[in-house]
């Protein structure tokens, strides 16, 4: 499926609206100049276009397989991921020290997002890794990390997170697994994880396993649990893969997308491991970890939004159905208003969860370089917004996508469908989005929403700054944050479960206004001429915007409504 890059909105972005200067001027992140990442993101944009995206297809259609026990990846993504790795672009943020760039993870952010459009299913792969490297990183002992981490930045090994098994989905406190101490500082790992993303493939040398036990003295719930890094080869004494270890792949999940990524079933049967972080201390060494995938997962789903709406708006460039009233037309469905309105609302949701995510993680990269508190509880509130809201927009641009597509959309080989399969199951993994909502709501509001309210008072500060060049629009985005600050003052005094009871509308009223804000700096940055920019600004603040009010009504509606409905009730 073609791809192009979208290089031009990523700059403008970073220089406009998530101020990304602020990051390049730090003195961990000085090497970050415009001309530096610039060049790394055209280059990026090569790979994607060139390398990537013309295996999108080819991983729909000529799955990953499991053969007497091995996986068997789809032709192409071998090469494909040997360029990745020889590339450099597994570790764009990784410490220089084990051979990383060392870049903003702003910059990764943006790599990932073109990288998950053009090919999701390959995509993951990658992510894993980094996900694993930045667990490493913070929590490994230094023989851990001379060991693996090198090889994990190459991407000569691939690594991946365990923590799902068929009875401890979301309740990850139910799981099973158990790690018996060798008496030699190893551990024997034993048990069932499901769900797992890129269990193995047939490219890298070696497959990293992060996996989350019990120990014989861990407490039940997650206070009891431990981290163990259990490789498929256990190291020899150079470092080299050896002996295998005592796991393997039991089956490979059949999905309704991303069947190029092969999600497996992985057993354990005493398997050994090394610790990672402190012993009971799993939960907050993966969470170093998840926090950050959050983010990427995210951003997955920004960037199939990005694929699907180029998709769809070749098709409606293309097409020719119907007349219109529009003189001067393409004579194109281009031309209807219905498909002009689904385009423009693909379009605008992209880039307002686009603005999100760079601006979590310019924050991310803020806290990082500076230490100041103030960033880190910005990067915490964006992070449940930037995954939820980022993975509803991929879904729900994808299905626009197929419905520009009309009939052909429900059509496989036009490749529309493939998008909306492909990116669904974003909206579960790395936390459902119901899960990243109630820890908004629950989590990130202990501190009396005042991280939140800093958040509205910015965006009304950006509003009044922008009253003078565009008044209509600046009026809109002020008073919709009043709003947010009214709910978010009504919210904080509900109890836990009315709050839980709300929190999806919650959140996605927070995102819109968000996004509205990231508009209208983006239309403000661009100048009064009433470019593009500023006209995608109004479609999303005039027509999207407002479905905010009705959030917000819905959000403060409590819990005693749902629960008036009993089981009998609905099942009636």
Known sequence: MPYRAPL??????????????AVAATELFAEAT????????????????????????????????????????TPGFAEAYRQIAEGGWVAISADPEHGGMGLPLTVATAVND?????????QLNPLMTQGQIEALEHHASEELKALYLPKLVSGEWCGTMNLTEPQAGSDVGALRSKAEPNGNG?????????FIS???????????????????????????????LVPKFIPDENGNPGRRNSLGVVSLEHKMGLHGSPTAVMQYDGATGWMVGAPHGGMKAMFTMMNNARLGVGVQGIGVAEGAYQHALAYALDRKQGNTPVEGGSGTIVDHADVRRMLATMKAETFAARAIALNLAVALDMARATGEADWAARAALLTPIAKAYGTDTGINVASLGMQVHGGMGFIEE????????????????????????????????MDNGEAACRQIEEIQTGAEAARASLPALAEDVWNAAEAMREGTEALVAQGLNDRFAGAVPFLRAFALVLG??????????EGTQGGPRTRLAAFFIKRLLPEHAALLAHAREGAADLYALSPEDLSA
């Not at 280059?43 to 276009?49: D, F, I, Q, T, V």
């Not at 991983?59 to 007497?68: I, Q, R, S, V």
């Not at 119901?434 to 629950?442: E, N, S």
């Open 34 to 73: 415009p001309e530096t990442v610039e060049a790394i993101l055209g280059e990026a944009g090569k790979l994607c276009e060139n390398v990537l995206a013309p295996l999108q297809r080819e991983g729909d259609l000529k799955p990953a397989t499991l053969e007497n026990g091995v996986v068997r990846t």
């Open 516 to 525: 509205a804000h990231y508009h209208l700096r983006a239309a403000v940055a």
């Open 198 to 228: 890129w269990g193995d493939n047939d490219f890298s040398e070696n497959v990293c396993h992060l996996v989350l036990a019990r120990l014989p003295d861990g407490a039940p719930g997650t206070k009891g649990i431990s981290l163990f």
């Open 186 to 194: 190893t551990y024997a790992i034993t048990g069932q994880k499901v």
């Open 114 to 122: 073109m990288m998950s459009a053009a090919c999701l299913s390959l």
């Open 414 to 445: 036009t490749g529309a469908a493939q998008y909306l399969r492909d990116v669904r199951v974003t909206a579960i993994y790395e936390g459902t989005n119901g899960i990243q909502a109630m820890d908004l709501v629950g989590r990130k509001m």
């Open 8 to 21: 031009a909105d990523f700059r403008f972005i970073l220089d406009h609206v998530a101020g990304f200067d």
